[in-house]
């Protein structure tokens, strides 16, 4: 199901506990949580973000942020720090 499209970049809830946020064809997958209201979606901390997101994302965090935050229908909740690592699970293309 889309949130939002605008050409530029579209929002994705295509299950209840996963939102899609896409580039053209570029994606990622964000985890969600659907039990409260409004549902949350989670962000990686800013000092993981380049490190777990695909190089198409590095360094945009706050734009991106912003864009989930203004579009998605979600409560952003940012995850604490991690040393986590880029998922290719995470990371879509068409």
């Keep these: 199901m889309s949130i939002y499209d605008d050409g530029n970049f579209r929002i994705k809830a295509v299950w209840k506990e996963v939102v899609e946020y896409w580039e053209g064809d570029c994606g990622y997958v964000f985890d969600a949580a659907w039990g409260v209201e409004p549902g949350e979606l989670y962000v990686p901390a800013p000092q993981d973000w380049d490190a777990v997101t695909p190089?198409?994302?590095?360094?945009?965090r706050d734009e991106i942020v912003?864009?989930?935050?203004s579009?998605?229908?979600?409560?952003?909740v940012e995850l604490p720090p991690s040393s986590g690592?880029?998922?290719g699970w995470?990371?879509?293309t068409t």
């Design 55 to 60: 190089e198409w994302m590095n360094g945009r």
């Design 66 to 69: 912003a864009r989930l935050i």
């Design 71 to 76: 579009r998605s229908h979600h409560t952003v």
């Design 85 to 87: 690592e880029l998922l």
């Design 90 to 92: 995470r990371v879509l």
